[in-house]
């Protein structure tokens, strides 16, 4: 394609509208430009990488075994209420009535819709396994669209669903799947790690991410310095068995004491006041749980982690309490709370925290703590588990030695192995060899694509603009003359881009008429792979100039051996 | 990919929900799946077809020098305010509030919004001519869905917009559109033709539509049997200058006579009671036009073009009044209108009323009719202008000695010259080169991707099932066994297959262990174009079978001669 002849208008500036690099370096560069909140138009250049990336994508879907097809996005009330979710998923679910007053809502995954068409389709085992999927437009009426594609209210997702006998072949699928993946993201350039994760809302009982390490990722992940293990932050496993005896002061852990800390409620202020080591502090959080009140504990130099809470409670409905109710159940402000002398309230208590002597809490009054406060002597908690976040350098729970590093990742891809939550629900039964009627058993593997594309640009930039992995770049390869109005320049460069052009090579012609170092910086804005510059001094010695963007490796190259020199690039 | 890992349940029985051929093919082949009213699931063999049209539409854009985007479906109601659409567009929008109550619609049509895209892109002529393509899914609630892929409330479409400097940059752009358009459906195996058409509500100043000839089509095509002209029946052009004249039983028209016609209303009512040549009745037909009784007349053998006649009032707004109107109008109930003693009404009459000697009409007076009116002496038409629907027959207004044949037709595609209608409303302007701000030029052009595939099939199919034209056949060719647990007809159908699949063809392998006549039953159903039998008696001899679905034709080709020969059926 000539340049002259492609919309892809190109901003010199950074856009105040963006915050992170992907955003800025798309909008910059003309692949994407902005409808409203959270819906983009994808430009030709930002279409053109958002095709490849479904072409990696249905290939190796392909090749897993997996078949594509497309369900409407207009999805009718009645099945989501079979499942309930038409009710519980909240405001993203976007609804919508026809001039019939019928409800529908904007399809924001597809759970019913492939149920219901395989409870009407599959009547015996002979039909299964079934992996289908699709790639297509959703809609999630996000509290907070931002980062361009990365978090959109329309955006392009795969999503596929599958359908086995037994739990044995769901597992059979779901490795599949898992390999499907690491080699889409492998093909599109990308290093990700494949980690525990939370269900969410999806539902079943195990699922795992593909995170693609950078450090503009919404999302914490650890995984080991030593082997294979990978969790998000809130999934990692923390270490049991022996834990570190937080010793205090004196041998013997005196009488409680009653301070007054006029003011002073946080750890750090506390730590400062007092002088006392936040690993002898416990932090108390009461907690509102569906209206009962849980005092959570917690050593005051580490953090709760909140879905581990809610997995021991066995409760979704668990939040930090507001003021006013933490009022009403100490007796004290924010800030001021304790386990000693708590009244009617459950406690919940990190393991850490039964081996602090000597520890300060909370007094439960207004501007005033304890100290010298000791578990089992002053106050118990009911329940004693694992409740704090991992930390970077923690011990690794899966292999001997290994130490847990953090990263910060952005979700790509996550798979699931949903059970029966959906079929069960909804009778998607099949006959089975038995003779017995049994519910499918059901994955389902989703990959955001244009996250996706967000995500190598994030991974890969520099101040110049993005740059593409070879096989999601809008084009491979851009032939320069260095100026157009020479005509010598232009033929040879012309001759180079139709010989490109016939291998079936993805070729831009920059054919504007403008000066050479305009038309560069837009390139590497773009992130063209491969630049063939045709030039005067070059051309002298019959030669083109062939750099790189990754490296910016410059090779002249004798005109007659560019084409097997790109082809070699490319791979 | 194998038979029986494809979920492609087929139907035995004719599905009562459809009416037309292609509804109930794609039911019964398993290739679609209603969801609700005009809202289809593709299933894998469907989605196969609509993405082999997609590719060749997407092939001749290129070529013709579009490019491709892709525009969001969640539009702004603001864009839709510019341009008025958002309160006439009429309940087909289908429209939706985000969380924070602003007002969205799904995109039925996209004008407004790539007028929004360039008017904020595009600054100067050297940016033009841009030709900007999608392909889609879009949303209208159809009062009427019906036809499966025919007329859906979801349905999928490519749609074009070009902006060009001025009118001879849209003219050429225009005729591109219509190359590619013929390239798109000659590709596809079509016989269509391209006729004039109404712009409708997309609007602009000329339109022509590419219908696709089937005898289930829902529209009326006329086209002349001598030269290429065509148009659709409410456009083809009637001729003017000499028409009929009909002459009375006698030489002059007598007095006026009233006689008594008791629940004589209709045209053929009055032919039998009167016994009068229905060339003779004039036809009153009251309208209401924004309030205003028009009276439209016309002869009695002839049916009133409802489009002309918006044009020649200037209105559309136009409707035929209801009884209590008429009877305010006339001071008669309906089918007792005439010209004669019409007071407060405009008249319109077509041309051939002009001509009547010696006419029959209503007397405005329930139960009565007047014989023996004569126009010019009895009463006047304050507009004479062409008003009938051309007929079968008709003379071509383009050619000498041609005649109107008439078609029924499946639109498929309809382009347009907008002009500035959304450019000059949303300001979409550009600095030419004289320095001048002008407005841009615009054209638009669409086809239905659903509504192609299920024409193919209105026009070829038989009593055995589709008989898909091979470039947009789900699966090119299959491979069958005539029976799956004999070896050597086995290893010998796998390696086939095998071959094939290599080659790069859409080929797929039934392994289905059933009767070989179900089997063979099902791929005719689906359509597919080539069939691969290996049989005992084939096998002695080394031979297979090749069949075509098309012509029912069989041949033995040897064995290691199998792939040649598909090559060659492939073309």
Known sequence: MKLTQLLAPTLREDPSEAEVISHKLMLRAGMIRKLSAGVYTLMPLGFRVIQKVEQIVREEMNKAGAQELLLPALLPAELWHETGRWDIYGKELMKIKDRHDREFCLGPTHEEVITDLVRNEVRSYRQLPLNLYQIQTKFRDEIRPRFGLMRGREFIMKDAYSFDRDDAGLEATYRKMEKAYRNIFTRCGLKFKMVEADPGPIGGGFSQEFMVIADTGEDEIMHCDKCDYAASHEMVRVKEGKREKVKGKREDTPKIEKVKTPNVKTIEELEKFLKVDPKRMIKTLIHNVGGEAVAVLIRGDRALNESKLKKVLKREDVVLAEPEFIQKVTGAPVGFSGP?????????????????????????????????????????????????????????????GGK??????????????????????????????????????????????????????????DKDGIIWPI?????????????????????????????????????????????????????DLIGIPIKVIIGPKGLAEKKAEIKLRSSGETTMVALDEVEEKIKELLG
């Open 340 to 400: 000693v002398g708590l009244k009617n309230v459950r406690i919940i208590a990190d393991h850490e925290v039964a081996e602090i002597d000597d520890g300060v809490s909370g007094a439960n009054e207004k501007d005033f703590h304890l100290m010298h406060i000791q578990y089992g002597r002053d106050f118990k908690a009911d329940v004693v588990d694992a409740l704090r976040l991992a930390e970077a350098g923690d011990p690794c729970t899966v292999c001997e």
């Open 404 to 461: 847990l590093i953090m990263n910060r990742g952005i979700e790509v891809g996550h798979i699931f192995k949903l059970g029966t939550k959906y079929s069960a629900k909804m009778r998607a039964n099949f006959l089975d060899e038995d003779g017995k009627e049994k519910p499918c058993i059901m994955g389902c593997y989703g990959i955001g694509i244009g996250r996706t594309a967000a995500a190598a640009i994030e991974q890969s930039s």
């Open 471 to 523: 096989p999601i770049a809008p084009f491979s390869v851009v032939v320069v003359p260095v100026n157009v109005s020479e005509s010598v320049q232009k033929d040879t460069a012309v001759s180079i881009y139709e010989k490109l052009l016939a291998l079936g090579i993805d070729v831009l012609y920059d054919d504007r008429d403008e000066r050479v170092g305009v038309r560069l910086k837009d390139i």
